[in-house]
């Protein structure tokens, strides 16, 4: 989820005021689980292994405190409006196994109305499922579940301190299949240090023989203070390489392209045979809809408002047994901070960037990155090309800055 840098603030410990959703956005709930088995060596998320919580904080105290800050974010919003998707994620959602996650959406339905047919998702690390974990998630209401594959390579997992064996993750898409899921997503990791093309194009041919319906591929990102970080700068293995990188996002395209597969954002694909292989809810963070996130560390966007929790679930968990909405901080976008957010995260998906959106300058700018062979049109929008994709973030700079030098 995004993280606020900017924009005016507001105390913490409240929400901005007058919060209400804007018709007619879709309505989003995300619920954070910060809990994981283990620390992968890239990761810098909100998570948590059991050693490190130790005794001040449990699945069973943070279930009592998302259930009362459902309650608060009801009473906030209002009920008028259902929930048009539902995003379960963290952290490892599946260690609460098939019931937790069931008594999960049984807590949010208590708080919400849930649309009919509402996209409600999990995400799941493979080690933590099986078919009876898939049945009952299933049987409980989910309709998409996502897992973490990363590679299908011994030595890549390897690299990322991942715990999984290589084909266990596909498995688990075959089982999530055979449950009644139709949309099932697998996560890739692309530029890992000692991966390779056929690497590579293994972990991609397992992914097609599971047989989902959407894929995401991300580049390798070293994020300081991870483990991986810490061995990069030892000089233990080699940092990413940035043509590397752009190599293997090529051959993840053209392999899901030739697949039946397309890209709808800049590192997601989905089957181009049917409309809702696409999330929903993610498609609602990159078109500016209004999400609440529920637990600890989650970040919420309400009518042009954002703000965020706080990271520890102990921490979390006594906020809201004080009575009090558990905000670290938040912030009011104005519109220059909001044009230049829109921006960036519209020219990301398939759709494009409405030109309308852009002023004179901007346009003229976006012209030139056409004539470049960065953009492209598509009515009046303007739409990344295969190598507009790889410059995403110099494309938005080089139209927001008036001096393309400095992008």
């Not at 493979?126 to 974990?133: L, N």
């Not at 995260?345 to 960037?353: A, D, K, S």
Request: hydrophobic content about 40%; proline content about 5%; aromatic content about 6%.
């Amino acid at each position: 989820m995004h993280t606020p840098t900017v924009g005016s603030t507001a105390p913490a410990g409240r929400a901005p005021e007058e919060i209400r959703p804007s018709e007619p956005t879709p309505l989003g709930l995300y619920v954070h689980v910060p809990f994981c088995a283990t620390r992968c060596g890239y990761c810098d998320f909100n998570t948590y292994t059991a050693g490190e919580l130790g005794s001040t904080a449990s699945p069973q105290s943070w279930m009592r405190a998302v259930d009362g800050e459902l309650g608060m974010a009801a009473a906030q919003l209002g009920t008028d409006r259902a929930l048009s998707t539902v995003f379960v994620g963290g952290g490892t959602p599946s260690l609460l196994g098939g019931q937790g996650l069931a008594e999960v959406l049984a807590t949010v339905r208590r708080h919400f109305p849930v649309a009919d047919d509402a996209e409600i998702t999990t995400e799941s690390n493979p080690e933590s499922t099986d078919p009876e974990f898939f049945a009952a998630i299933r049987s409980a209401g989910y309709t998409r579940v996502s897992l973490g594959m990363q590679s299908m390579a011994p030595h890549v997992l390897a690299v990322l301190d991942r715990t999984h064996t290589p084909g266990r993750a596909q498995q688990a898409a075959l089982e999530a299949r055979a449950a009644g899921f139709d949309h099932v997503n697998l996560d890739l990791i692309y530029g890992t240090p000692g991966e390779t093309d056929d690497d590579l194009r293994t972990s991609l041919h397992a992914v097609l023989d599971a047989g989902v319906d959407h894929v995401s591929a991300y580049a390798l990102i070293v994020e300081d203070g991870t483990a991986l970080a810490r061995r990069i700068r030892k000089g233990q293995i080699a940092a990413p390489d940035d043509d590397v990188l752009a190599d293997r996002y090529e051959l993840i395209d053209q392999t899901l392209r030739g697949a039946g597969m397309d890209w709808y954002e800049v590192s997601n694909w989905a089957a181009t045979d049917d409309p809702s292989a696409q999330c929903r809810h993610n498609l609602g963070y990159w078109h500016d809809a209004d999400w609440w996130g529920i637990g600890p560390g989650a970040h919420s966007h309400v009518a042009g408002r954002r703000w965020w929790n706080v990271k520890h679930p102990a921490r979390y968990a006594e906020s809201i047994t004080a009575g009090e909405l558990p905000v670290a901080g938040s912030e009011t976008l104005n519109a220059d901070e909001h044009h230049t957010e829109r921006v960036m995260l519209t020219i990301r998906c398939r759709t494009g960037l409405p030109a309308a959106e852009l002023d004179a300058s901007e346009l003229s700018r976006a012209r030139r990155a056409v004539d470049d062979g960065l953009l492209t049109w598509a009515g009046e929008n303007l739409v990344l090309t295969s190598r507009g994709r790889l410059l995403a973030d110099g494309v938005v700079r080089s139209i927001l800055v008036a001096d393309r030098s400095a992008a």
